[in-house]
């Protein structure tokens, strides 16, 4: 085959040297090939690092003269719920997560064994700012300063449980440094990852679009090796530039989801005057990639930060490209092997993120955008956990969401697509509010994730909401979604979407109240959680069975004694506990309150039996009695943070970072605080 090819050469050369004679010289030049078309992507990245920097330097100079949100914006991010059914068969109940197969840090987490608990952050310090910077120009300059000794010890809990006798016993404790906040633990073959960040602002608000916040902060990981349980030992700290967002973690390792703004010496991030924004533009100039990227440590070394070629930013040449305020920031998603503490991968975005949704292969940015009172809405952002090139594609459309809490519900991955819901500001007295489902085609082409349907549309008109109803929960069932809107009534409302491309109404029932935080039970029954027209806890369960008949079959007042009452679960589903068993579940809620003068606080765990959930017209609530924290010394109050442990018939409550427990089927007989 070689010498055929290399025949057909010199006979090709043949003919052309003789061929033709002079008349070769008169043929004009051939045409110079066409530029390569400029990408279309939402999203590029380059190996050119001036091309990087002038990104930056664009971005820079939109938040100089950056428009804040407006204030009606935050009516928009009253809190829901949306995906996979958390619950667990087990004998006892782990970390409640909006995916099964992707489980989420927590201040508490349970082997069956050992309960691990984060310090209460109560009574520490906020918003820890490095004096000397942390993203300092020269990367040989120290990123993180010492930590400054505190006379307080702050402790990861490691206390022994008998699930037999409803008891517990501290075995060790683990320091961790002090004025951070232990956001969340993971544990998961004999490793106990710590999650701390120097402050924490959450996934919405003002602050998110803010750049100064975003300085001078650090997120930390360590991770532990369990195997001696009394004596845990060090297997690595990870330390990377910026603040905490958020982290999962998959079979591909632990996310940490961060975002910085990189620190720039004598640079004015408002300038007053023509001689100030000319100083900008000379220190811009002076800068590489290297000082704006998140800078990394391992075990107090440096190490590579994420490759240039893997951090991306808006292209200007897309068609979907809007010029609005983006901000210096840059979001760095890190992934951990939480086994060895080896860093497996990194990329970054040079913007900021309203939330994100984490699937078992894929991350989801979510960004709101606003340029002037006519043009706002909703970017897309879907990036691959593995895959070398990790930008899939973007998408953009209209509306507002914000993720965090329980509202990480309203976004949804299901085989090959990506439901959410928006909300949008009418500026109509008569009806404020709309909310839109969206469908996308979540196998990206060409860099873009086409959208297969909304509702309401042209063939199916009808709101989702009465007028001026906002939305709350929100769940995701397969091939059904449910939302529940509110203003003065309790619409839940059953959504069909077994065509994707025809999503529709099937039905809806009207309540007094309103539920924030919805479980799917099974396939038939549906537990809401929210409050009454009153505005005391209440439970509803809703007979879903009959997608176009949704009935009320049980609901619950909880605490009704209370004053001011409120369930931290409504916001926080790491809160809620639920074991599923064959024909009855147990499940609790943390409910705080006020006795009848006010004069009192009182935090409870309302303990739930869900009785006949395998037939659905006979299904019903019973309360089982509660646990109360009590017994604190003097001058000590109840935490704001609560989470629950069911094993066996054994309750684990754990306030703070005390301990109560009971037996379930007699509560009043609790031990603690231990």
Known sequence: MKSRVLLFLILSTSIVACGGGSSSQNKPAPPLPPDPAPPKELLISTTVDSNFVAAFAQAMQSANTAQRLRTTDAILASDSSSSAEASTSNSFTTTYTQETSVDEHDIVKYDGQYLYIAPSNQNSGCCYVVEDGIANASADVAMFAPIPESDSERTI????????????????????????????????????????????????????????????????????????????????SIGIEGSLINTRRTAKGIHVVTRHSPVIEDYVYYPADDAEKTRNEEIIKTLTSKDLIAKIKLNGEFVASTNLENCYFSNTNSPDFIDFNEYPTITTVTTIDPQDASIVDSFCLMSYSDGIYIAEDDIVFTQNYYTDEQNNGLFIHQFSLSANNHYEGSARTDGRLYLGGNQDFRISRYKDTLRLVTSQWMKDPEDNIDHTLHIFDSNASDGKLSKIAT???????????????????????????????????????????????????AGDLEIPGFSNFLHPVNESLLLGLGVDANRHVKLALFDISDMSNPILRSEFLVAPDLSWPYSEAEYDRHAFTYQSNSSQDRFTIPVSGWDEAGQYQRQQLHLFDLMNKTDASTASINSNGFIEVNNLPDGEYPDYRNRAIIHNDAVFYINGSKVFSAQWNNPSMQVGPQ
């Not at 320091?175 to 490793?191: F, I, M, Q, S, T």
């Open 157 to 236: 809990r490691i206390v022994a449980t008998d699930s037999d006798n409803a008891t517990v016993s501290e075995l060790s404790q683990l320091k961790v440094p002090d004025d951070l906040y232990v956001e969340g633990l993971y544990h998961n073959a004999e490793r106990l990852t710590s999650i701390a960040t120097s402050a924490w602002y959450g996934t919405f608000g003002d602050t998110m679009m803010r750049v100064e916040p975003w300085a001078n902060q650090y997120t930390q990981i360590d991770i532990f090796d369990t195997a001696d349980i009394i004596s845990p030992a060090s297997v690595g």
């Open 455 to 505: 509702l309401p549309n042209k063939d199916r008109p009808e709101e989702i909401g009465k007028p001026n109803e906002d939305l709350y929960g929100v769940r995701f069932m397969g091939d059904k979604a449910y939302l529940v809107t509110f203003e003065r009534t309790d619409p839940l409302y059953v959504i069909d979407l077994t065509n994707s491309q025809d999503p529709k109404i």
